[in-house]
């Protein structure tokens, strides 16, 4: 997808869907009184209105209907205890994606997931009821997208990626002369895939962002104070925030230096796995073809020092590429400091290198992320929104865990928030 889709099309959904989240934590930061919260759920639903938004131009409307009919009573513990909100609905779309969310861990979990997903779609209600209406919903948005594109000399605005399907499908008709030849089921389950996969990894890294902010003070004030001195338009506007373009468009390296760290430190998905379709050799060692190689991206070199490695062992393109990447420094490898991530200009300036140590977190070459565009602006708007509207406290310290738990992602198991609104 192309760069004027992504920032023209999905940049716009994607504030307007966090504007929504913004206005739902507001509410329940009021009524939480400066008690915690449990996030995930909110974030799930945010991610989920944007995703089906922007896939298939369907408002699912999850965190509106979930704002306006919370309850003004809330269950109350001890001081430190999390607040319960007195439950606001969900819509059918936002509970039939969270149902379907569930069939995708099932299937990462069993040692049978080609076996175990389509049974489970196939004979338990609660399953097959959330992907009928899935497969119906997106059926009907694929019909009124054939409609808008489908007559010549009919001029209409892509709105979502199956405008974008079914456009250049009914350009290539009309030039081949022939009919459509459209394969929704084949459109439909990868627009599906990147739904469930952009929902549940995106979710997963915000959930640690959040963590990681609320328990580096420093880092969320300096992250604040930048976002305020490079968006001027806004922070000279009370009540205002940033736009979707100023978002996309403003250079703020202290910005990328923290979404990367977060990267770094949450290890979203703990690792590639490749096919081997020829026998190779990989550091001495012979990799047969047809083994499945996991290749960890949270071991030595990333959060610990690297293991040594004999250069004589390497291959020469391994040997060439060896120093794009920096190496971290074995001193504070463990510390969340995003500074690791600027380097000076001759100028004085910070500017912020991807390069400067081992971090994959959309993983690498063809089959990598296909939603990484998608993802930087999603994470990216969401920071600068929450840390503009909100400072994040820290948890008490039984709401506050590491732990974590791996399934379709590496997620915290708990991801408890405390806010206070700014404006």
Known sequence: MS?????????????????GLV???????????????DSEQDVARCL?????????????????????????????????????FIAGKDTDACTSMNILAKGVKLAVRSSVPKIVLPLALRFVPVFKNAQRYMHKMIAEQANTA??????????????????????????????????SRLDLPVVRDELLAFL?????????????????????????????????????????????????????????????????ENHRFAVTISCMIRHVTADAVVLG??????????????????????????????????????????????????????ERWLEKQPNGELQYNKFAGPSIPFGVGPRGCF???????????????????????????HLSGFAASDGSSHRAQQNFVKLVALQ
């Open 48 to 84: 989920g209105d944007f995703i089906m938004a922007s896939c298939f131009g369907y408002d699912s409307k999850s965190i509106e209907t979930h704002e306006n009919t919370l309850s003004e009573k809330v269950i109350r513990g001890g001081h430190d205890s999390p607040i319960d």
């Open 285 to 338: 060692h012979v990799v047969p073809k047809g083994t499945d190689v996991f290749c960890l991206i949270n071991g030595p070199g990333y959060l610990s020092p690297p293991a040594p490695v004999d250069e004589s062992l390497r291959s020469k393109a391994s040997q060439s590429a060896k120093d794009k990447f920096g190496v971290w420094d074995e001193a504070d490898i463990g510390v969340f400091r995003p």
């Open 146 to 179: 054939w409609a808008k594109f489908s007559q010549v000399g009919r001029s209409e605005r892509i709105t979502s990626a199956i405008d974008l399907v079914v456009e250049r499908e009914a350009k290539m008709a009309r030039k081949e002369g022939r009919g």
């Open 371 to 397: 939603g990484n565009k998608w993802a930087d602006i999603m994470v990216k708007t969401m920071i600068t929104l929450i840390v503009w509207n909100f400072e994040v406290l820290e948890t008490p310290a």
């Open 23 to 37: 206005s739902l934590w507001r509410t329940k930061a009021r009524l939480a009184g400066g008690q915690s919260f």
């Open 196 to 260: 469930f996969a952009g929902q549940i990894t995106t979710g997963t890294a915000i959930g640690w962002a959040l963590k990681y902010l609320a328990i580096n003070q420093h880092v969320q004030k300096k992250l604040r104070e930048e976002l305020r001195a490079a968006h001027k338009r806004a922070a000279d506007t009370p009540g205002d925030v940033p736009t979707s373009e100023e978002i996309v468009d403003t250079n703020i390296p202290y910005l990328e230096a923290f979404i990367a």
């Open 3 to 19: 760069p004027s889709f992504v920032n023209s099309v999905v940049a716009p959904i994607i504030h307007e869907k966090i504007s």
